[in-house]
């Protein structure tokens, strides 16, 4: 098998469950620092104009949306396991609960003026002002909640954490940890980047207790990857992960499809079905510099879409 690459940047929050999964699966990995903002040329080879970070790149295959990179981990390197049988279902509940309604509580919170401040200081106005830029283009009809809003969510929700945690449980769920405690993490990690705001957490400590808990499982062995060699050894590759379409699905293979993100981000990536089933969905593409690239998404969150001679 070709190494597991992991395209993010630093301060990227999904990015910063997927690392902290491969800590606990103590997977070693290639790194490559992708630019926070538009253009991202080097991405837009591999994935076909998917521009959210991360992705994951295994060869010619490449993965979007943390949801189905941290199945493909797990898939790969079972142990230990992230989806433990007895919080099965369960867990993913609350992992979804946890990449939305609590995301996107503590994101606009922690982005109040004093975190900006404090998150961005060591970068020139005219930075902040691109990348604000970039992130309200990802979706201008997203209706971000107001400081106040996002507080009394990010409250309300750090209270049902402390109440799960209350029996002395060192996990989300019981006695080992699983994706609901990656996916959760996430987020009490992006509010304590910013200490003037982090502040709302000293009323949880069991909450900040065991986000220490699970940060401690590190982030795995990482070296660095230029963009560049990681779309040559796409281009090296010589085969993909097997896929299949499967029966009563409503495209064939060979489909000509657009797939796109339905909740912001919503570039649309144009290829060629050569597999789906009830969880994903992958498209195979061809780049100029990447060669043959398969490019998987998760079948929950994301819109397949014909191509038509109208919309080519």
Known sequence: MSELILHHYPTSPFSEKVRLVLGMKRVAWRSVIVPVIMPKPDVVALTGGYRRTPFMQIGADVYCDSALMCRVIDRLWPEPPLYPEATAGLADIVAQWADTLLFWAAVPYTMQPAGVAQMFEKMPPEAVKAFGADRAAMNPSMRRAPTADARAALLAYLG?????????????????????????????????????????????????????????????????????????????????????????????????????????AHDEIVGAVVGLDGDEVVVERTDARAGTVHVHFPRIGFHIKPVSKDNP
């Open 160 to 264: 049902r954490l402390e109440t799960m945690l209350g029996d002395g449980r060192p996990y989300l769920l019981g006695a080992v940890a699983c994706i609901a405690d990656f996916s959760a993490t996430q987020s009490i990690w992006f509010v304590r980047r910013a200490s003037s705001v982090a502040t709302i957490l000293a009323d949880y400590p069991r909450v900040v207790r065991w986000h220490e808990r699970v940060a401690a499982f590190g982030r795995g062995e990482s070296t660095l990857l230029g963009s560049d060699e990681a779309i040559a050894i796409a281009a090296r590759a010589t085969s993909h992960a097997p896929t299949a379409v499967a029966a009563g699905q409503p495209f064939a293979a060979g489909d000509a499809v657009r797939v796109a993100a339905t909740d912001y």
